[in-house]
């Protein structure tokens, strides 16, 4: 595993520094309405958005920062952790309850997440690749396959 690979495995175990790290982020987010943003760092030069789930163990909202595609009147992100063989809280929050809500470009939206599979993902995978090829990098990095979600509005 390349020495980068191996750091960043190291750094998604330091959980404080990832939580201070996403709630300074949102909270840029939240406060600029999606003008600024830190995604760079980690999205290349896609857009960020907030999305806040409920803690599959505690019941708590947990909010986390992802990259995304508009896909439709829906939005995509990928599951990837940045290629960690440990699935980000987040999914695993989604997958215990579907129901989350996104802050993207200025606007609150109620969400419900849907893995996408076959064609679709297909499709997705190419334009998130296409868009930041770190994508192609992290699927190399882990044996799971990263999840493409997509966060469909719903009625509140």
């Not at 201070?20 to 003008?35: A, D, I, Y």
């Not at 896909?71 to 940045?82: I, P, R």
Request: glycine residues 8%; contains cysteine; positive net charge.
């Amino acid at each position: 595993m390349p020495a980068l690979a191996r750091l960043r495995n190291w750094l998604t175990g330091v959980r404080w520094l990832s939580v201070f790290w996403t709630k300074v982020h949102v909270r840029l987010l939240r406060w600029s309405r999606g003008r600024l943003r830190l995604g760079f760092l980690f999205g290349g030069d896609m857009p960020v958005l907030a999305l806040t789930t409920i803690g599959r163990k505690s019941g708590e909202r947990r909010t986390a920062v992802a990259a995304y595609l508009r896909h439709g009147d829906s939005y995509a992100v990928v599951a990837s952790n940045a290629g960690s063989d440990r699935a980000p809280a987040w999914w695993l929050n989604l997958c215990a309850d579907p129901n989350g809500e996104i802050d993207a470009a200025g606007e609150r939206l109620a969400v419900r997440a849907r893995l996408v599979q076959g064609d679709e993902r297909e499709h997705l995978w190419q334009r998130f690749v296409a868009a930041n090829e770190s994508y192609a990098r992290y699927s190399r990095y882990t044996a799971r396959e990263l999840p493409v979600v997509a966060l469909e509005p719903r009625q509140p």
